[in-house]
């Protein structure tokens, strides 16, 4: 084979390495957008406030990747939670959780009980967990938020004794609130809705939702993504035939 017809082939084979390389990120990109299209349309089916289950469902295993409209009473514990870094609406800011246990289950359930904006002092807001006598919750099971890359310890004590956590670690959670049963591997969102007649918790003034995919990417986020991933392939090949045929002239 001559010198030009080596380069050649060796200039083809790592046009395929990466059109392959691209095509499978392409692929990958499209794979996330399913899978969180497929949470979604979970998530907004299971959203039938007419139709809500026992808080007893947050401990079931066979349902962590499963999302549950839930309703029930408990005591809320005397201790806050703040889980820093969280964005809504292009803001950052702190998600509160409270720490309730239920009348109906056996393990202590984690409750997001809204969203609060940090100012530029990061001073956590001064509210805090409604604890004391029984109160009525309702909201969706779905699991905590991702934790993304675990580094360094999850949660730490501030100077007036609430937790600001960098992730959801549950056994790290229930080891340093000292909760002997353990805590529930879904979380209760409480609903956005606050009607005439709650109490306690369902009144805490922090900013609620029911987006599963908070700061993480949208599907249509992964579809772009796809779509650049294809492109480049298709770049990569175009360039490939075009320095083929100016070499054969």
Same mark, same amino acid.
């Given at each position: &084979?001559?010198?030009?017809?080596?380069?050649?082939? @060796?200039? @083809?084979?790592?046009?395929?390495?990466?059109?392959?390389?691209?095509?499978?990120?392409?692929?990958?990109?499209?794979?996330?957008?399913?899978?969180?299209?497929? &949470?979604?349309?979970?998530?907004?089916?299971?959203?039938?406030?007419?139709?809500?289950?026992?808080?007893?469902?947050?401990?079931?295993?066979?349902?962590?990747?499963?999302?549950? @409209?839930?309703?029930?009473?408990?005591?809320?514990?005397?201790?806050?939670? @703040?889980?820093?870094?969280?964005?809504?609406?292009?803001?950052?800011?702190?998600? &509160?959780?409270?720490?309730?246990?239920?009348?109906?289950?056996?393990? %202590?359930?984690?409750?997001?009980?809204?969203?609060?904006?940090?100012?530029?002092?990061?001073?956590?807001?001064?509210?805090?967990?409604?604890?004391?006598?029984?109160?009525?919750?309702?909201?969706?099971?779905?699991?905590?938020?991702?934790?993304?890359?675990?580094?360094?310890?999850?949660?730490?004590?501030?100077?007036?004794?609430?937790?600001?956590?960098?992730?959801?670690?549950?056994?790290?959670?229930?080891?340093?609130?000292?909760?002997?049963?353990?805590?529930?591997?879904?979380?209760?969102?409480?609903?956005?809705?606050?009607?005439?007649?709650?109490?306690?918790? &369902?009144?805490?003034?922090?900013?609620?939702?029911?987006?599963?995919?908070?700061?993480?990417?949208?599907?249509?986020?992964?579809?772009?993504?796809?779509?650049?991933?294809?492109?480049?392939?298709?770049?990569?090949?175009?360039? %490939?035939?075009?320095?083929?045929?100016?070499?054969?002239?």
């Amino acid at each position: &084979m001559s010198a030009r017809g080596r380069t050649l082939a @060796w200039g @083809w084979l790592l046009a395929l390495v990466a059109i392959v390389a691209f095509a499978c990120a392409g692929r990958w990109q499209l794979g996330r957008m399913h899978e969180k299209q497929a &949470m979604l349309a979970a998530a907004g089916e299971a959203q039938d406030r007419s139709r809500a289950q026992p808080l007893l469902l947050a401990s079931d295993p066979k349902r962590i990747d499963s999302y549950d @409209w839930a309703a029930g009473q408990g005591s809320i514990a005397n201790t806050t939670l @703040w889980l820093d870094n969280q964005q809504r609406g292009g803001r950052v800011g702190v998600r &509160m959780y409270c720490v309730l246990l239920p009348q109906d289950g056996v393990q %202590a359930v984690l409750v997001d009980a809204g969203w609060w904006p940090l100012e530029g002092d990061r001073t956590l807001p001064v509210f805090g967990c409604p604890a004391g006598d029984v109160q009525a919750v309702r909201g969706l099971l779905a699991k905590p938020p991702s934790t993304g890359i675990a580094t360094g310890d999850a949660l730490a004590t501030q100077a007036d004794g609430r937790w600001l956590a960098t992730r959801i670690d549950l056994p790290a959670t229930a080891a340093a609130l000292r909760l002997p049963t353990g805590i529930a591997p879904r979380v209760l969102r409480l609903d956005p809705q606050r009607n005439q007649g709650d109490a306690g918790v &369902m009144l805490a003034p922090g900013e609620r939702d029911l987006d599963i995919l908070p700061n993480t990417l949208t599907p249509e986020r992964h579809l772009g993504y796809a779509v650049q991933w294809f492109g480049l392939a298709i770049a990569v090949l175009v360039i %490939a035939l075009v320095m083929t045929f100016r070499k054969r002239k």
